[in-house]
C-alpha cells in the first residue's frame, strides 16, 4: 500500500483547453501554461505570474481557466487543502461544463491530501457518468479515466485502478496520457503482485515518459521499478536506480516525489549500516514534505531515524523517532482504513443509485408497457369501430340491394311487361283498395272496360309486331283519357280498364269517349300502316254496380260486349232498368 502521485492526475485535470473570444494572446498564454505544467513546473510557475499581471485581459472563462491553474500550482506546492477549496468554489460558479468536470476531477484527485476521500471519490463517479456518455467528449473522458486510475491506486483498489489505465490505453492517442496510463498500470500491478514478467514492457513505458520529457512521471516509474526490486530480493539494484537518477528527481521539484526518493535510499543506507547518509537522507526526505498528511514515505523516513538512533545508541532520540514513528505510522493505517470505509461507502453509494436507477427504469418500463396496452386497445377500438361499421355499411347495401331486387320484383310482378301500365292482377287489387276507400268515403266510382276490335285482323294482316305497337299506343292512349288519381290497366290481350274515384256516369262516358277519340287519333303511319284504331267500350258506376269489384267488372263486362256485339267503336253504359226486375245495359253512346 502506498500514496499514489497526486501530480500524476494533476498534470491531465488540467489539460489544455481551447479558447473563445478574449486576447488571442493571453488565450494562447494560459494554453502555453497549461502545457508545460508537469513537464516543466518552473516555467509554469513564471508563466501563471505573469498571466496575472495581465488579468484584465481575460474574459470570465479565461479568468475560470486561470483560477484552474492556480488551482494546480497550490496542489503543486503541496497545499491541496487551497487547491480544493478553489476547485470546489470554480465547480459551484463555472457555467463551462469543460472547467466544471475539471474542477470535479481535480477535488477528486486531491481526496488522499485532503482527507476528503467521500468528497473525492463522489466527484470520481460524477466525472465518470458525465464523461461515459455516447456523446461525450473523448479528451474529458480520458481524463476522468486518468483520475480514476490515480485514486483507485491511492485507495489500494489495484484491479479497478488497472482497469481504468487499460481503458486509458486503449483509447488515447495522446503521448502524456499514454506516460501517465502505463505509470498507474504498472503501479497497480505491483499492488496486485502481477508485476509484468517481461521487463521489456517496464522499458516501454519509461521511454514513453522520458521521450515526451515527462520527468516526474519518469521518476515515479523508477520508484515502482525499486520498490519491485527490492521487494524481490535486488535491492541493490534498487538503490543503485534511484541513486542514479535521484537529481533528476529532485530537479522536477515536486515534493512527494523527492521525499519518497530520499526515504527509500535511507532505507536502502540503514541497511548497509552506513547510518549517517540513512539519517541524512530520511531527515531530507521529511524536511521537504512540510504536508501534515499522513504518507507512506514519511512513515519509512523515519522508521528509518528510529532505527539509525537506536543502533547508534541514542536511546532518548530513538525513542522519540520510534514515537513519532508510532504515531505517523498509525495515522497512516487509519488514514488507509478511513479511505476504505470511504470507498464502500461510495460503492454503497453507487449501488444505491443504481437501484434507484434499476427501479425507476422498471417503472419506466411498465409505464411504457401500460401505455402501449392502452395504445393498442384504442387501437383494437378503433379497428373494431371500423369492422362494425363496414358490417353495417355491408349490411346496408346489402338491405338496399334487397330492397331494389325486391322493388324490381315487385313492379315486374305488377306491372304489364308490354305496355308498363298495371297488369290484370295488380288492377283488380288497386282497384278492390281503391273501391273499398271510395265506399268508406262515401264517394262514387266508375269502371270503364275497353277491347281493340279486330285486333286478330291487326296481327293478322300487319304482323305481331305491328300488334304490339298498337297495344302500347293503345295504353299510352288510356293513361292520357285518365284523370289524376285515376287507376288503368292492361287486363287481358287486347282489354283494357279505368277506374276512376269520384266519377259518376257521365264522367265514366268523357273518360271514354276521350279514350275512344285518342284511340282514332294513333297515327299508324309511323309504322307504315293504314289501320283504324278502335275500340267497344263498357262502362260502370258504384251507383248501379255498387263498390264491388267483381260486380263492376261484370256490369262494365256486360255493356262492353254489348258495345261490340251492337258493332264496336262505341261506349255503352251498364244501367238498371226499371221494371224487368234486374240490371240491363243501355246504349248511352
Ligand atoms: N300482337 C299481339 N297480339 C295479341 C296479344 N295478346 C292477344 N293478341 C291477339 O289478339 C287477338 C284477339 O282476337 P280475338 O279474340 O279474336 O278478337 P278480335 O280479333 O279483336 O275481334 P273482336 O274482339 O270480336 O273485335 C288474337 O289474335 C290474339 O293472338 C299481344 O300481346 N300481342
Avoid at 478574449?22 to 505570474?49: G, K, N, T, Y
Avoid at 427501479?359 to 402501449?372: A, D, F, R, T
Avoid at 353495417?392 to 310482378?413: H, S
Wanted: charged residues 25%.
Amino acid at each position: 500500500m502506498r500514496l499514489a502521485p497526486l501530480i500524476l492526475g494533476l498534470a491531465l485535470v488540467l489539460g489544455p483547453e481551447a479558447g473563445l473570444s478574449a486576447p488571442p494572446d493571453f488565450q494562447s498564454r494560459l494554453e502555453e501554461a497549461d502545457a508545460i505544467r508537469s513537464a516543466d513546473p518552473a516555467a509554469f510557475v513564471r508563466a501563471l505570474d505573469a498571466l496575472d499581471a495581465r488579468i484584465d485581459e481575460a474574459d470570465t472563462r479565461q479568468r475560470q481557466h486561470l483560477q484552474l491553474l492556480h488551482a494546480y500550482r497550490e496542489a503543486f506546492k503541496g497545499d491541496f487543502d487551497g487547491a480544493v477549496a478553489l476547485a470546489r468554489q470554480l465547480h459551484a460558479e463555472a457555467r463551462d461544463p469543460e472547467v466544471k468536470l475539471r474542477s470535479s476531477l481535480l477535488i477528486a484527485n486531491s481526496a488522499a491530501a485532503t482527507r476528503n476521500f467521500a468528497l473525492g471519490l463522489s466527484h470520481l463517479e460524477q466525472s465518470l457518468a458525465a464523461t461515459g456518455a455516447a456523446d461525450a467528449d473523448p479528451r474529458l473522458r480520458e481524463q476522468a479515466l486518468a483520475v480514476a486510475t490515480i485514486l483507485y491506486n491511492q485507495f489500494s483498489k489495484y484491479e479497478l485502478s488497472r482497469q481504468y489505465a487499460d481503458q486509458l490505453i486503449a483509447s488515447t492517442t495522446d503521448p502524456r496520457t499514454r506516460c501517465i496510463a502505463r505509470q498507474q498500470r504498472l503501479s497497480a500491478l505491483r499492488g496486485l503482485g502481477s508485476w509484468p514478467a517481461d521487463p521489456a514492457e517496464v522499458q516501454e513505458a519509461l521511454a514513453g515518459c522520458e521521450a515526451i520529457g515527462e520527468k516526474v512521471f519518469v521518476s515515479f516509474i523508477r520508484i515502482e521499478m525499486a520498490r519491485h526490486m527490492a521487494a524481490t530480493g535486488d535491492r541493490d539494484g534498487a538503490e543503485k536506480l534511484l541513486s542514479r537518477h535521484l537529481r533528476e528527481a529532485e530537479a522536477a521539484g515536486y515534493a512527494r516525489l523527492i521525499s519518497e526518493f530520499r526515504s527509500l535510499l535511507a532505507g536502502y543506507r540503514l541497511e548497509k549500516d552506513d547510518l549517517a547518509n540513512a539519517r541524512k537522507l530520511a531527515r531530507s526526505a521529511l524536511d521537504i514534505d512540510a504536508d501534515s498528511s499522513a504518507s507512506l514515505p514519511k512513515v519509512e523516513a523515519l522508521e528509518v531515524l528510529y532505527r539509525v538512533a537506536e543502533r547508534e545508541g541514542n536511546l532518548p532520540a530513538a525513542l522519540d523517532y520510534y514515537r513519532q514513528y508510532a504515531q505517523a505510522d498509525k495515522t497512516y493505517l487509519d488514514d488507509v482504513m478511513v479511505r476504505e470505509l470511504a470507498f464502500q461507502q461510495s460503492r454503497n453509494e453507487v449501488q444505491q443509485k443504481d437501484q434507484a436507477i434499476a427501479l425507476l427504469s422498471k417503472q419506466n418500463q411498465v409505464l411504457k408497457l401500460e401505455q402501449e396496452v392502452a395504445r393498442t386497445s384504442a387501437q383494437n377500438t378503433r379497428l373494431l369501430l371500423l369492422l362494425l361499421a363496414v358490417v353495417l355499411a355491408a349490411i346496408g347495401y346489402w338491405a338496399y340491394k334487397i330492397k331494389r331486387v325486391q322493388t324490381r320484383f315487385r313492379i315486374l310482378a305488377q306491372t304489364d311487361g308490354l305496355t308498363g301500365i298495371a297488369n290484370r292482377r295488380h288492377f283488380r287489387s288497386q282497384a278492390e283498395a281503391l273501391l273499398a276507400d271510395c265506399e268508406a268515403a262515401g264517394r262514387s266510382a266508375a269502371l270503364v272496360l275497353l277491347d281493340l276490335d279486330n285486333f286478330k285482323h291487326i296481327n293478322d294482316q300487319h304482323g305481331h309486331a305491328a300488334g304490339d305497337w298498337v297495344l302500347k299506343q293503345v295504353a299510352d292512349a288510356c293513361h292520357a283519357a285518365c284523370r289524376e288519381g285515376d287507376l288503368c290497366g292492361r287486363l287481358g290481350g287486347e282489354e283494357f280498364g279505368i277506374l276512376s274515384c269520384g266519377a259518376d256516369g257521365d264522367a265514366a262516358e268523357a273518360i271514354a269517349q276521350r279514350c275512344r277519340e285518342r284511340l282514332a287519333a294513333i297515327d299508324t303511319g309511323l309504322i307504315h300502316h293504314a289501320m283504324p284504331i278502335t275500340a267497344s267500350f263498357g262502362c260502370t258506376t258504384t251507383a248501379v254496380s255498387g263498390h264491388a269489384f267483381e260486380t263492376m267488372f261484370a256490369h262494365a263486362d256486360e255493356a262492353m260486349y254489348l258495345a261490340k256485339n251492337s258493332g264496336r267503336d262505341q261506349v255503352r253504359t251498364h244501367a238498371v232498368r226499371t221494371g224487368d226486375g234486374g240490371s240491363r245495359p243501355a246504349i248511352t253512346a
